[in-house]
């Protein structure tokens, strides 16, 4: 089947138009795109050197406290691009033109609503509240500004628009009963005086005290070293109390791999909790709350944070390459149930590393375009009918397999909504920053792009573990798959010869970091834990009291009985002693009684199991102990968590010992 066949149906994927130089969607063939290219891979220019045609002004000098990569390093990424071009002029699909309309300010943050679960603050449907009040609860100051700030901006284009809505103030759904809202008119009062802006007290709702993420902002990293990145309290309210102090804090030269700072965290004795180690109705609330954290995190530095609206082009709805993720993934489903990372994806990363991943040039050598393309149709044809002759396959064609799938995607793995934030994050001051916003944005991916990202991350890794004798650095990889993941089929930069390095250099250094700091990025920080624990209380509280959802709640009891009631036998004498009973039901009908102690972890839990079960059967790595209701959904516990620190932290919790959710 040709790469080209099926070409039906649309896929959300465009950028908006926008003034600083990031990328931008075209749909025909750009000659400008071409222009001078070869001229930027013979390393001559660099992110600081002028454009040919700008003349009058001095151009810019060099410093190594700069982030930008050199221009040795920099030769890869035009070479790289030019392969790219010279790929693509050979396709024979031209595209029809699509023509853009750049949104009012109000359109935007009426979509940041929408996607943050917010959009009943705001016109006519802003009479059921009780999400949002559960919600907004739950936020620190920073994030209520954040969203206060769009609902403002939204109403004020209402009102231009002469769309007079009777639109609700945040800071007022913040405020105590009507009783007592005469005395108290925005969130930030309801502080007592003298406390902190992330102080133990911050916000109330119907009347209960609202305790906040993390510890007061007078602690906010003084105890923490540069190489410490703090996990417990929003990254947002940190960047508010630091904000002078952190300016240049950090070196930003980075010419070298080591010249990264190696972040470490300080320990949590609850657990860390991965992507992945939470059940979905809980990574939902985690979704929503990192837009807003990072909305709130940008704020803090003055940086515009705009989501993209896409545009519908053509999309093939079969095939492997070209093809949307999703109806990628739908296909290779009916092949192998429980597929999260595409099919073709996982054979190339296998076959590279079968061949070995010394060899010199890896990744960066292209393998033979004509090749390529003869086993991109081949493929087409043969793969899912298992067929194709993978012993044919030369290690450099497969490399240049991979970067083409990853560059072909009707729409980029990091999304069109999202990539232009991704880019945005060199914008801010200091690396801690940069991570943290890096954290955020990972998190909100779509889970078919973070599993595929996460995959492609890992490879890249395991090919930079073999430097030495492949002679690919973090660096020499960063550049090589820069331009695959930012520049994919239909986008260019926007602007003159000096944006494009700008640009080349940013992109490049986003690909370091999400390489280098990978283990980092995909953890849930713990203070977005302790605000989905609290939504999920509140939400436990409104239910209970309301009647009119008592034929409903009766069902919902049943249903949890149904599923959970063989779990649950710890009882008061149990606690009281300081006793959990965890279950088992997959590998033992008998409940294990476990006493807490200080030093008792989830590891030493399922070591008990195993040494009572008796078979070798059961992989460690297979199981999991899980936290189950209380504050949470379900949770895979580390195995370092201390258990008897988590079980004060949710004592209404079920333990449970069972297989991992793959």
Not at 253 to 279: C, H, R, V, W, Y
Request: aromatic share 6%; with cysteine.
């Amino acid at each position: 089947m040709s790469s080209q066949q099926n070409s039906k149906g649309v896929v959300l994927t465009g950028f908006y138009q926008n003034n600083e130089g990031l990328p931008v969607l075209i749909t025909g063939k750009d000659e400008e795109e071409q222009t001078s290219l070869l001229s930027r891979r013979t390393g001559q220019y660099n992110i600081h050197s002028r454009a040919k045609n700008a003349a009058g002004n001095p151009p810019y000098n060099r410093s190594s406290s700069q982030d930008s990569l050199d221009e040795l390093s920099m030769d890869d990424y035009w070479t790289e691009l030019q392969h790219i071009q010279t790929s693509r002029g050979n396709d024979q699909e031209v595209p029809e033109e699509v023509l853009m309309k750049v949104p009012d300010e109000g359109e935007l943050e009426e979509e940041w609503l929408k996607e943050a679960g917010l959009s009943d603050l705001i016109g006519d449907q802003a009479g059921d509240l009780q999400e949002s009040i559960v919600l907004l609860s739950t936020l620190t100051r920073t994030q209520a500004a954040a969203v206060q700030k769009r609902v403002d901006t939204v109403t004020q284009t209402l009102r231009k628009k002469n769309r007079h809505h009777q639109v609700p103030d945040v800071r007022d759904i913040f405020g105590l009963p009507s009783a007592q809202s005469g005395k108290i008119s925005s969130a930030n009062r309801t502080l007592p005086a003298g406390t902190s802006e992330n102080g133990k007290q911050d916000v109330k709702s119907d009347g209960q005290t609202i305790i906040a993420c993390g510890n007061d902002k007078s602690n906010l990293d003084t105890a923490l070293s540069e190489t410490d990145i703090n996990l417990e309290i929003s990254f947002s309210e940190q960047a508010a109390g630091l904000k002078e102090q952190s300016k240049s804090s950090e070196p930003h030269g980075n010419e070298d791999d080591s010249l990264l700072p190696n972040f470490k965290m300080p320990q949590d004795k609850t657990g860390t909790t991965k992507i992945g180690d939470l059940a979905s109705q809980d990574m939902k609330k985690v979704h929503t709350l990192a837009l807003i954290e990072l909305t709130a995190l940008y704020d803090a530095f003055g940086i515009d944070f705009k989501s993209h609206k896409a545009v519908k082009i053509k999309i093939k709805e079969s095939g492997l390459f070209g093809v949307p993720l999703t109806i990628l993934l739908e296909q290779d489903q009916k092949k192998v149930p429980g597929t999260k990372v595409p099919l073709i994806l996982q054979k190339l990363i296998s076959h590279i590393e079968e061949e070995g991943l010394d060899t010199e040039g890896l990744l960066r050598i292209p393998g033979s375009a004509t090749r390529v393309k003869s086993l991109c149709q081949e493929l087409e044809a043969k793969f899912y009918e298992r067929t194709f002759a993978w012993d044919g396959v030369k290690q450099h064609d497969a490399a240049s397999l991979l970067k083409f799938f990853i560059r072909e995607l009707p729409q980029p793995l990091l999304t069109v909504e999202y990539l232009n934030a991704f880019i945005t994050v060199q914008k801010l001051p200091t690396r801690k920053h940069q991570l943290q916003a890096l954290n955020l944005l990972v998190l909100f991916l779509p889970e078919p792009s973070r599993d595929t990202l996460k995959t492609l991350l890992e490879f890249l890794q395991r090919v930079i573990d073999s430097k030495e004798k492949n002679k690919m650095t973090l660096n020499n990889i960063a550049v090589i798959m820069a331009p695959n993941l930012f520049r994919f089929k239909g986008f260019r930069s926007k602007g003159g010869e000096q944006q494009e390095f700008a640009m080349a250099a940013g992109t490049a250094n986003i690909m370091r970091w999400l390489i280098k700091y990978q283990n980092l990025l995909w953890l849930i920080p713990k203070f977005l834990m302790n605000q989905v624990r609290k939504q999920n209380t509140e939400n436990q509280k409104k239910m209970s009291k309301d009647r009119a959802m008592k034929k409903l709640l009766k069902k919902m009891a049943y249903d949890r009985e149904k599923h959970e009631r063989p779990y649950r036998s710890t009882t008061k004498t149990d606690a009281l002693q300081g006793v959990i009973r965890v279950q088992a039901p997959q590998f033992s009908k008998v409940s294990m009684a476990i006493q807490l102690t200080e030093d008792l972890k989830a590891s030493d839990v399922l070591a008990r199991l195993l040494s009572q079960i008796g078979t070798v059967a059961i992989k460690r790595e297979d199981i999991c102990l899980y936290e189950i209701g209380g504050n949470i959904g379900a949770r895979c516990l580390n195995d370092e968590t201390y258990m008897k620190d988590l079980y004060q932290l949710n004592p209404n919790a079920e333990w449970v010992i069972k297989s991992r959710s793959r």
